[in-house]
């Protein structure tokens, strides 16, 4: 999803600024509504499925994606409302690409990226909130306010940025969890349930982990302060979800250097820091673990199955950064138009109906906000994935009660499930409650915070010519010499033959 | 107003656009950036920030140290397969050129990932060696770029000169390095320029092959990433002046330059 190549966009921008960026404009009827949305790579189902191979048989009815989620919002909301909307789809590859892609004047009205670039584009007054409307739960149309998962919702509403909670302006679209994937036969699950392990000599050049700050930096406070996270104390503490966070979110100059220290020292243990390749690394065998996204990790863990190659999921013990990507609405597209807000609103809205938010799980691998309300589809399409056969032995009992109640429920969704799968995609995709204790939010960081961690993270990655040894230089040194040597001679003797 | 005359000259237009639109207008904007802060303001922080700070140095003199050592290795893999190619008496020369020059008709990307593999069974861990894998990766990539210049040099030296030498009393020995190697200068020198200067910024190949330090390219993208484009514009800047007078220095021929250039 996060393609490498894509960084190599940020530059081909730079150097065609100038040729404007306004998207061809269709031909727009009168009564017809553009909508302008712009999401992840891979991140919506784009339909095509094989009827006989890849129905979802729930008792509340059969899900197959024949047409796109696009196509078919299109015919659902002419249908409904009797208005006729164009999508135009486009894709952006990190969060960074879709901050700069808005820099430069691309002018989108829906957007999905991860909560902090929200956050960021909620300081810098970029967004408009979304309507009462729609989160109002008489409409039955209002799919997302029906059916977003309590403890999901519970997050967006009461974590705020400058006063504000984050569901004001983001619909949550899907969340996971950091951790690491690891092969089981080489390290045991306490082995690997750590954030040092990157560290660890023992796998020296055989871990790799995320090329990215974020997840750089709140790997390495995990490994810090491991003993401090771990510790009973610090767990039994009344106060331990807010705690968390803020060990989890120091960026006073003592822990950036610690971090840079310690990244320097990671960098020189790990296999490599990775955009991409981590998967396909981990599936060959090539690395022994893998510090993955837990949709990632669906993934890389489904294909390794298909080689009868066994991989697990584990969460460190120390703690996990969960994360969301959510839709959001750009002022610069839809403000002052109320008719394509409502459409936009309607796209958020039809993405989370039930059956469409298990077309976008089943397709993408990642785990949707959706737990459906009402329609037990979502909970269905769950035991469907991962319930026991019936015959089955050495299964356990799995509560997703806090994902699909909330709390204060009646604890009732827990269901029988082979015991392997809470190391493995289950696990993974929907992590159990008490592992979700150790869950938090990895806030926004303000520019003066942003930028110093990315110079920590500059330093991190670059030679720094203070490294270089003396040897080096006289190498160095005497190379040019020679080459201006030859370079003079040779000028001169063309000149001796041109006399 | 005059009327529009169609002439050899109009057939200049489609380029000159091109080049005002795509090269010229893009550069200007990259020299805005450069010297501009975030206010807009005219400043020349970025590039005594560039010069000050160890790390866009380090990563300076590691790009010029990788792209350096990728010359040289190609050069010498070059030289004695281009000079063999030119001088053979073989009929299916041809066809031997081509062989050399296929590897650049696949995708880039995909040789790279072919590349990674054959390593891997080579090193066992390809993590192990950075440095050696960015030199193996990029020589992969740019050797027909020094094979062919050479080449075409080589075979269109004139063979009286040669003969002269010969006749004149010089063995193989000395007339190789009197007459045929000064004469194909013109072709390293473009071989070296068009080996060196992309083997600098080509970051792909280390991120591909597991080297996680910065050359410049991914310092660039690095910076664009963190949203300062100022900074990424100098170094992009700072970039082109050292390509620029790269190519002065090494520019004397730029007739045979372009010779060299037009096979490709």
Not at chain 1, 72 to 94: H, K, L, M, N, P
Not at chain 1, 331 to 354: L, M, T, Y
Not at chain 1, 444 to 470: E, G, H, T
Not at chain 2, 46 to 69: C, E, H, I, K, Q
């Amino acid at each position: 999803m996060r393609n490498i190549l894509k960084r190599m966009l940020v530059l081909l921008l730079a150097a065609g600024m100038l040729v404007p960026a306004a998207p061809a404009k269709a031909a727009e009827k009168p009564g017809k509504i553009v909508l302008r949305v712009c999401n992840w790579e891979e991140y919506i189902d784009e339909g095509g499925w094989d009827p006989k191979e890849e129905t979802i048989d729930l008792e509340s009815g059969a899900i197959l994606g024949e047409k796109s989620m696009v196509e078919d919002f299109e015919a659902w909301y002419y249908d409904t409302y009797g208005i006729e909307v164009e999508v135009e789809y486009s894709t952006f590859g990190t969060n960074e690409d879709l901050y700069n892609m808005l820099t430069i004047g691309d002018v989108y009205d829906l957007v999905c990226p991860s909560e902090y670039m929200v956050m960021k584009l909620m300081a810098e007054d970029k967004l408009v909130p979304l309507s009462d409307n729609f989160f109002n739960t008489e409409d039955p149309n209002n799919f997302y306010i029906n059916g977003v998962s309590p403890y999901i919702q519970n997050i967006l509403a009461t974590k705020e940025i400058n006063g504000e909670a984050w569901g004001k302006y983001m619909a949550g679209y899907m969340w996971g969890v950091t951790g690491i994937v690891y092969n089981p036969d080489v390290l045991s699950e306490e082995e690997a349930a750590t954030w040092t392990i990157v560290n660890n000599p023992d796998y020296y050049r055989q871990i790799t982990i995320k090329d990215n700050v974020r997840d750089s930096y709140f790997m390495a406070i995990g490994a810090l302060r491991s003993e401090l996270l771990t510790s009973e104390s610090f767990k039994g503490d009344a106060d331990y979800p807010k705690r968390l966070e803020n060990v989890m979110n120091d960026t006073t100059p003592e822990t950036i250097q610690k971090v840079q220290d310690f990244l320097q020292s990671v960098k020189n243990n790990v296999y490599s820091f990775e955009t991409d390749s981590g998967k396909a690394d981990m599936i060959t065998g090539k690395v022994v673990a893998n510090y993955q996204w837990s949709g990632d990790a669906v993934y890389t863990m489904d294909q390794a199955d298909e080689d009868d190659y066994t991989l697990n999921f584990v969460i460190p013990r120390e703690a996990t950064n969960i994360y969301f990507d959510g839709w959001a609405m750009l002022k610069s597209g839809v403000e002052g138009d109320s008719a394509k807000q409502h459409a936009a609103e309607a796209f958020i809205n039809f993405c989370s109906r039930p059956d469409n938010a298990v077309r976008n799980m089943y397709y993408i691998g990642y785990t949707s906000v959706i737990a459906g309300g009402k329609d037990s589809r979502v909970y269905e399409y769950l035991q469907w994935n991962y319930g026991a056969e019936e015959d089955e032995e050495d299964v356990v009992e799995y509560d997703v009660s806090y994902f699909f109640e909330g709390e204060g429920g009646e604890r009732s969704h827990v269901f029988e499930v082979p015991e392997e799968q809470t190391h493995r995609q289950l696990g993974a995709q929907y992590p159990s409650g008490e592992n979700l204790e150790r869950a938090s939010i990895m806030i926004y960081f303000d520019a003066d915070q942003s930028k110093a961690i990315n110079r920590m993270w500059i330093n991190v990655r670059c030679y720094n010519a203070n490294d270089i040894p003396a040897w080096a230089w006289i190498v160095g040194g005497l190379a040019v010499v020679l080459l201006g040597v030859f370079i003079v001679r040779s000028r001169i003797n063309k000149k001796k033959i041109g006399a | 107003m005059q009327k529009f005359r169609f002439s050899r000259k109009s057939l200049g237009i489609p380029y000159a656009l091109y080049l005002i639109l795509f090269v010229v207008a893009p550069l200007l904007v990259l020299f805005y950036y450069a010297f501009t802060n975030g206010e807009g303001r005219f400043t020349v922080a970025n590039l005594t920030g560039f010069f000050t700070d160890p790390n866009t140095m380090g990563t300076l003199l590691y790009s010029l140290a990788v792209a350096f050592v990728t010359t040289m290795v190609c050069l010498l893999l070059a030289y004695p397969t281009a000079y063999i190619l030119a001088t053979s008496k073989l009929r299916m020369k041809g066809v031997l050129v081509m062989v050399f020059v296929m590897p650049m008709w696949i995708n880039f990307s995909l040789r790279i990932t072919a590349l990674k593999e054959v390593l891997n069974l080579l090193e066992g861990n390809l993590a192990m060696y950075p440095f050696l894998n960015a030199v193996v990766g990029m020589t992969y990539d740019f050797l027909p770029f020094m094979i062919l210049p050479i080449y075409t040099t080589i075979s269109k030296l004139d063979g009286s000169l040669r003969e002269a030498a010969m006749d004149l009393g010089a063995n193989e020995a000395q007339t190789f390095l009197k007459i045929t190697l000064p004469l194909s200068v013109p072709g390293i020198i473009s071989g070296v320029s068009m080996v060196f200067l992309p083997a600098m910024t080509n970051y792909v190949v280390l991120d591909m092959l597991y080297n996680s330090t910065y050359i410049m390219g991914s310092l660039i993208g690095s910076y664009f990433s963190a949203y300062d484009w100022h900074g990424g514009s100098m170094i992009a800047l700072v970039l082109l002046a050292i390509i620029c007078i790269f190519t002065l220095l090494m520019g004397g021929d730029s007739e045979e330059n372009a010779r060299g250039g037009a096979l490709l």
